[in-house]
């Protein structure tokens, strides 16, 4: 009786540890979608033969999306099938796939092309007001670290420090999620992401130098 007794216990055991480890193994059955509906995300890029720049990434709830960098704003697709995301530019036969963890943060980004997504993290608080804030950073560039700031005025209106050797007086736009701006100084074009309350990003093209910012 007692061998008995041992051994439907060990079964017991053993058909516990197989269905525990099945659970383990299967796919999640959370709903990623929700990560990234509606959502902004952001990240650094690499295209062939250039520096990495900042970029980020609209996700809307229709299944399109508006990614914009330095270059322009492109539209999109984009599908979540199980634990992958998907994103699909027609016109430009580019394609971008990252496998999403359990915590919804995207790993393993792949493009079909020698461009490279190298990041793409989810922005927090997007659409946060910048009227009548000042930021201060720097910018590493070839010749050294410079000093690089915003004070954004009322409306459109900015000072920009790290342009020259004088302050300079721009005028910007920012998109209407309010996610990121773009504005120019002299021969050069600058974009920059929201990536935080506090933080901004941001890069400029030609020389793809990238600057950074706090609020102050």
Known sequence: MKKYINVMLVTLLLT?????????????????????????????LTNAGENAQYYSVHFKAN???????LAG??????VVNGQQLAIDFPALAVQVKADITDDSKLTNITTNTLNTVNTLELIENSGMPIENTSWRGTMP?????????????????????????????????????????????????????ITSGNEMKGSIDKTYDSWQVTKQ
């Open 141 to 193: 560039t070839s010749a050294g670290t410079l000093l690089f700031g915003l004070r954004f005025k009322a409306g459109t209106q900015a000072i920009l420090k790290g342009c020259g050797p004088e302050d300079v007086e721009i005028s910007y736009t920012i998109s209407v999620n309010g996610a990121f701006i773009r504005f120019t100084c002299g021969a050069s074009n600058y974009f920059g992401v």
């Open 63 to 69: 299944g399109s999306l508006i990614w914009s960098q």
């Open 73 to 78: 704003d492109y539209a999109g697709k984009w």
């Open 16 to 44: 516990g540890m197989m269905i525990s480890c099945k659970k383990n193994n299967s796919p999640s059955s959370k709903d990623f979608t929700t990560s990234f509906k509606d959502k902004i995300w952001w990240g650094t």
